[in-house]
């Protein structure tokens, strides 16, 4: 690994040399880029670091080698794609939601990880604190404002009482936001319901499951029920029960509403990260970045096939209106 970035190194200082490049860029740089599921946060993540990477220099195809695999959902297979990027020896693995940056954490010796869209990375196990990143691990968090969304919650319902939560316990970064519900959602006058969905299959089943037990339903950044949002909504939509999401993009595909961040400018981000790192930086020097803006997206036409009119104030608020 060592001859193999000496030999990138030296191909960049001939190019300087030669006068062919103004930008320090190595010449031949790889990056692999994991992610647990595929769903349009997760694939604008992943497009906005190529692009952030592309804007500073580094292009697919030209002087970077992208290597891109998804884990299906599967966490046996973010564990082999972890191990066949670490065999892979690149300069840095990108990995995208809390298990894919496990497995790359546990199987990536002595390669950079830039992870991203990882709620809770002190808890996750990836860093020990976000001000002190370890030697070989960064990247960027999307812990949520919790007290912010469940005040969004009670604004769209306002007489709600108990509101339902869906997510898989197997991925920390979704227990860690179910135990921030927790803690917000007392102070809107309200009580938690929650529903296990372990895998995507299980999800229609789990909002089968809250039906006449809560007054709306909240989502959380989970990758296993986001995934699978359309069952959440075919249930939301027969039973009346209004759904609010964490995840700005699940408002087009038929949430109410959502505050949160846009996940393409999380990319944007995540890859000035992995940029500083491919120049030669230490992951140990950045510290673990939080997002920098936030987002209110609502659905009107959701919100009325669930049984509820928006406020207008709350529209006035929104940086986009789905219509």
């Given at each position: 690994m060592f001859k193999s970035k000496l030999r990138k190194l030296i191909a960049g200082s001939l190019l300087l040399a030669s006068g062919l490049t103004s930008t320090l860029v190595q010449a031949d740089a790889s990056v692999a880029i994991t992610q647990i599921v595929e769903h349009p946060s997760l694939d604008a993540i992943r497009e906005g670091v190529k692009d952030?990477?592309?804007?500073?220099?580094?292009?697919?195809?030209?002087?970077?080698?992208?290597?891109?695999?998804?884990?299906?959902?599967?966490?046996?297979?973010?564990?082999?794609?972890?191990?066949?990027?670490?065999?892979?020896?690149?300069?840095?693995?990108?990995?995208?939601?809390?298990?894919?940056?496990?497995?790359?954490?546990?199987?990536?010796?002595?390669?950079?990880?830039?992870?991203?869209?990882?709620?809770?990375?002190?808890?996750?196990?990836?860093?020990?604190?976000?001000?002190?990143?370890?030697?070989?691990?960064?990247?960027?968090?999307?812990?949520?404002?919790?007290?912010?969304?469940?005040?969004?919650?009670?604004?769209?319902?306002?007489?709600?009482?108990?509101?339902?939560?869906?997510?898989?316990?197997?991925?920390?970064?979704?227990?860690?936001?179910?135990?921030?519900?927790?803690?917000?959602?007392?102070?809107?006058?309200?009580?938690?319901?929650?529903?296990?969905?372990?895998?995507?299959?299980?999800?229609?089943?789990?909002?089968r499951s809250l039906v006449g037990k809560v007054d709306v339903i909240y989502l959380p950044i989970d990758n296993t029920v986001i995934s699978a949002l359309e069952a959440v909504l075919k249930v939301a939509e027969q039973s009346n029960i209004p759904v609010i999401t964490g995840d700005t993009d699940s408002v087009s595909r038929g949430a109410v509403a959502a505050v949160g961040f846009d996940y393409y400018q999380v990319g944007r981000q995540t890859g000035v990260i992995v940029e500083r790192i491919l120049k030669g930086e230490s992951p140990k020097n950045i510290p673990v970045e939080g997002v920098h803006t936030m987002d209110l997206v609502i659905n009107p036409a959701a919100a009325e096939r669930m049984g509820v009119t928006l406020p207008k104030a709350l529209i006035a608020e929104a940086k986009k209106v789905i219509q």
């Open positions: 952030e990477l592309a804007e500073r220099g580094y292009v697919v195809g030209e002087n970077l080698k992208w290597n891109y695999e998804s884990a299906q959902g599967s966490p046996a297979t973010a564990a082999q794609v972890a191990k066949k990027f670490a065999g892979d020896a690149p300069d840095v693995i990108v990995a995208i939601t809390t298990p894919s940056a496990q497995t790359a954490v546990s199987a990536a010796r002595g390669i950079p990880v830039v992870f991203s869209a990882v709620t809770d990375p002190v808890g996750a196990k990836l860093v020990k604190a976000l001000d002190k990143p370890t030697r070989w691990v960064t990247g960027t968090t999307d812990m949520l404002p919790m007290d912010k969304h469940m005040e969004l919650v009670k604004r769209v319902v306002p007489g709600a009482e108990k509101v339902g939560v869906i997510f898989n316990p197997g991925e920390a970064n979704s227990v860690s936001s179910v135990e921030m519900v927790h803690e917000a959602a007392p102070k809107q006058g309200m009580s938690v319901v929650e529903a296990a969905a372990t895998k995507s299959s299980d999800v229609l089943a789990s909002a």
